[in-house]
């Protein structure tokens, strides 16, 4: 069998569905890029038909991606494929992804139809697709939950009506890693044309089994995997692409290679976090801050004796350096340019000048500036162009006193200007930011994260606001969390006024 495994990343597509981490094209453009550096074979770029900005995007990637394959989204419906084959004109390389649901569960519940329809609008579909494109790949959503001989027939079908390649989803991530790996098996054993397609993975991690249930179905037959950046998706996430990469390169005697530049690892994971203010959990596998980290005493002294006694990885394989330059306030243009382009952002002479002036004056705040410091900055002027900006804050708060804040808020050039009490420094600065904003707003989430364990550092906040019954996500970044809080505030305000 083949050793070759094709990594299909899907950040663009299903991690982008993540509610607060939709990209912009500019931002899914950057990101494409940086996959493509990374050495990802498919970059599945969005789904067309949802909207005009998904449709756009894809086109928009196409002309921006070289070798890799681009890859749309549809549903098992004409309009979808039309529109997809429509997004991928300028792709070098298309696929169109095309599907319907298998289990029983949506066969009855969510189309009413029979188990013979749903073959009949799978073979349909595909054919359809094969009129645009010659690499068509067919996904039976739910195939976890598919009893494996009505599978079976599906994939059948679709490989005859002329499907490349077939998706075998744990939708609902409810498989066990030996019954998913069962799975591909049977059908590797039980489908006549097994060969003239490649099957692929897609688990979600919703009881923590994505990447047990991804190696398993790569164990048993599958060659290609469905991934994402820091295993981010809908609900409890997808499989984590540097969890199978690294697992591979691990474990040689699985005989896998991948055409992974692991070394781009890393600093495609801080992108990634960066743009869609996503913190990475600092004990998350390969990328998390701890992921190298030793604080037993016991595992210091075995560390520093000998590496291998704790790691079975070395952190440059996936792009960090222990010995990468330190930025502080005296450091010039030229390792601050350097430091961007290491985590995949090229900038104009214009752009550097703006962000090296940010750099210099929050490197007077903190003695050390790190990469999340540098990709909060690079990422700083999202909002510089919306309609509410913080003018300035002042907070008076201390023990056993009530904390007073005012504030100014610049909106459409106009200053205004309020002073409310509240319940700590925080409380007091959004009440007196709703003065200005007379909305019926509720803070439905507040969440601080502080990047390192240093006091003067960066904290991010994340906000979710509900208005009008929609929930809207908010992000700030600043060394003074009551700043930070108030501007992740109105960076929801700007999304429901935009």
């Given at each position: 069998?083949?050793?070759?495994?094709?990594?299909?990343?899907?950040?663009?597509?299903?991690?982008?569905?993540?509610?607060?981490?939709?990209?912009?094209?500019?931002?899914?453009?950057?990101?494409?890029?940086?996959?493509?550096?990374?050495?990802?074979?498919?970059?599945?770029?969005?789904?067309?038909?949802?909207?005009?900005?998904?449709?756009?995007?894809?086109?928009?990637?196409?002309?921006?991606?070289?070798?890799?394959?681009?890859?749309?989204?549809?549903?098992?419906?004409?309009?979808?494929?039309?529109?997809?084959?429509?997004?991928?004109?300028?792709?070098?390389?298309k696929r169109i992804h095309t599907g319907v649901g298998t289990s029983d569960s949506h066969i009855q519940y969510k189309f009413r139809s029979t188990r013979e329809k749903i073959i009949e609008t799978a073979v349909r579909a595909v054919k359809y697709a094969k009129q645009y494109v010659e690499d068509v790949e067919f996904y039976a959503e739910d195939a976890g939950r598919t009893d494996n001989e009505y599978l079976a027939r599906v994939v059948e079908a679709v490989i005859k009506a002329g499907a490349t390649v077939v998706n075998i989803p744990d939708t609902t991530g409810y498989c066990l890693p030996h019954e998913y790996g069962a799975k591909i098996k049977y059908l590797m054993e039980h489908v006549d044309c097994i060969d003239k397609a490649i099957i692929s993975t897609h688990c979600h991690n919703d009881l923590g089994m994505a990447t047990a249930n991804t190696l398993s179905g790569v164990i048993n037959g599958a060659r290609q995997v469905e991934v994402t950046i820091n295993g981010i998706g809908e609900r409890a996430g997808n499989t984590s692409l540097e969890e199978i990469v690294m697992i591979t390169k691990c474990h040689p005697m699985l005989n896998i290679e991948t055409n992974i530049n692991t070394q781009k690892i890393y600093p495609t994971s801080r992108m990634i976090s960066s743009l869609m203010n996503m913190p990475v959990q600092p004990n998350k596998a390969i990328v998390g801050r701890n992921a190298f980290a030793h604080s037993s005493g016991i595992h210091q002294d075995g560390v520093l004796k000998d590496v291998s006694t704790y790691e079975i990885m070395n952190p440059k394989d996936v792009g960090i350096d222990d010995n990468s330059i330190v930025l502080t306030a005296r450091s010039g243009r030229a390792a601050l340019k350097h430091r961007l382009s290491v985590l995949g952002i090229e900038v104009e002479v214009e752009k550097l000048n703006e962000i090296y002036e940010q750099f210099l004056?929050?490197?007077?705040?903190?003695?050390?500036?790190?990469?999340?410091?540098?990709?909060?900055?690079?990422?700083?002027?999202?909002?510089?162009?919306?309609?509410?900006?913080?003018?300035?804050?002042?907070?008076?708060?201390?023990?056993?006193?009530?904390?007073?804040?005012?504030?100014?808020?610049?909106?459409?050039?106009?200053?205004?200007?309020?002073?409310?009490?509240?319940?700590?420094?925080?409380?007091?600065?959004?009440?007196?930011?709703?003065?200005?904003?007379?909305?019926?707003?509720?803070?439905?989430?507040?969440?601080?994260q502080a990047i390192s364990k240093g006091s003067d550092d960066v904290g991010k906040v994340h906000m979710q606001v509900e208005y009008n019954d929609v929930n809207y996500y908010g992000f700030g970044a600043n060394t003074d969390i009551v700043s930070a809080s108030v501007e992740a505030y109105i960076d929801c305000i700007n999304k429901f006024r935009d």
């Amino acid at each position: 069998m083949d050793n070759r495994l094709y990594i299909f990343d899907t950040t663009l597509r299903d991690g982008e569905q993540v509610p607060g981490c939709q990209l912009n094209t500019v931002e899914k453009i950057q990101v494409a890029k940086q996959l493509e550096m990374l050495g990802v074979d498919v970059i599945e770029a969005g789904f067309p038909i949802s909207s005009p900005g998904d449709f756009n995007s894809v086109i928009e990637i196409s002309k921006a991606v070289t070798w890799p394959t681009i890859c749309a989204l549809t549903r098992a419906v004409e309009k979808d494929i039309d529109c997809a084959a429509e997004a991928l004109k300028y792709a070098k390389h298309k696929r169109i992804h095309t599907g319907v649901g298998t289990s029983d569960s949506h066969i009855q519940y969510k189309f009413r139809s029979t188990r013979e329809k749903i073959i009949e609008t799978a073979v349909r579909a595909v054919k359809y697709a094969k009129q645009y494109v010659e690499d068509v790949e067919f996904y039976a959503e739910d195939a976890g939950r598919t009893d494996n001989e009505y599978l079976a027939r599906v994939v059948e079908a679709v490989i005859k009506a002329g499907a490349t390649v077939v998706n075998i989803p744990d939708t609902t991530g409810y498989c066990l890693p030996h019954e998913y790996g069962a799975k591909i098996k049977y059908l590797m054993e039980h489908v006549d044309c097994i060969d003239k397609a490649i099957i692929s993975t897609h688990c979600h991690n919703d009881l923590g089994m994505a990447t047990a249930n991804t190696l398993s179905g790569v164990i048993n037959g599958a060659r290609q995997v469905e991934v994402t950046i820091n295993g981010i998706g809908e609900r409890a996430g997808n499989t984590s692409l540097e969890e199978i990469v690294m697992i591979t390169k691990c474990h040689p005697m699985l005989n896998i290679e991948t055409n992974i530049n692991t070394q781009k690892i890393y600093p495609t994971s801080r992108m990634i976090s960066s743009l869609m203010n996503m913190p990475v959990q600092p004990n998350k596998a390969i990328v998390g801050r701890n992921a190298f980290a030793h604080s037993s005493g016991i595992h210091q002294d075995g560390v520093l004796k000998d590496v291998s006694t704790y790691e079975i990885m070395n952190p440059k394989d996936v792009g960090i350096d222990d010995n990468s330059i330190v930025l502080t306030a005296r450091s010039g243009r030229a390792a601050l340019k350097h430091r961007l382009s290491v985590l995949g952002i090229e900038v104009e002479v214009e752009k550097l000048n703006e962000i090296y002036e940010q750099f210099l004056r929050l490197a007077d705040k903190k003695k050390e500036i790190n990469d999340d410091d540098i990709l909060m900055l690079a990422g700083a002027d999202r909002s510089t162009n919306k309609g509410i900006k913080l003018e300035y804050l002042q907070v008076t708060t201390g023990l056993n006193i009530r904390s007073v804040a005012s504030l100014g808020l610049r909106i459409s050039g106009e200053l205004f200007e309020s002073a409310a009490t509240g319940n700590g420094p925080v409380d007091a600065a959004i009440k007196a930011l709703k003065q200005i904003i007379k909305r019926d707003m509720t803070l439905r989430e507040f969440t601080i994260q502080a990047i390192s364990k240093g006091s003067d550092d960066v904290g991010k906040v994340h906000m979710q606001v509900e208005y009008n019954d929609v929930n809207y996500y908010g992000f700030g970044a600043n060394t003074d969390i009551v700043s930070a809080s108030v501007e992740a505030y109105i960076d929801c305000i700007n999304k429901f006024r935009d």
